[in-house]
Nanobody
Framework: QVHLVESGGGVVQPGGSLRLSCVASGSTQNIYLMRWYRQAPGKQRDMVASISNAGITHYLDSVKARFTISRGNAKGTIYLQMTGLQLEDTATYYC??????????WGQGTQVTVSS
């Protein structure tokens, strides 16, 4: 079982930056893929960025060139550097991991609010 904890959310003005962190604990040795999702009120949960063990990354089109997903030194640690934040980036951001034993695991989410 994998336990995920996100941090780094907050309130920022348009054009600002935030860095989200996600730290996994438990059976991290089986994690193959980690992802950031976001969900705004009344909307579906969308994948924002993903990174595999091989370092292959994918991004939601609307955040390409503004967001960067990266891995920390410890297995199961990822970051999401967000720059040029826009009003439509306001959402709860969730960390997700996938492993070949337990499948998907989710964090509790961290709120990002972009407001002038």
């Amino acid at each position: 079982q994998v336990h995920l904890v996100e941090s780094g959310g907050g309130v920022v003005q348009p054009g600002g930056s935030l860095r989200l962190s996600c730290v996994a604990s438990g059976s991290t040795q089986n994690i193959y893929l980690m992802r950031w999702y976001r969900q705004a009120p009344g909307k579906q949960r969308d994948m924002v960025a993903s990174i595999s063990n091989a370092g292959i990354t994918h991004y939601l089109d609307s955040v390409k060139a503004r967001f960067t997903i990266s891995r920390g030194n410890a297995k199961g640690t990822i970051y999401l550097q967000m720059t040029g934040l826009q009003l439509e980036d306001t959402a709860t951001y969730y960390c997700n991991s996938w492993d070949n034993i337990g499948g998907d695991s989710w964090g509790q989410g961290t709120q990002v609010t972009v407001s002038s």
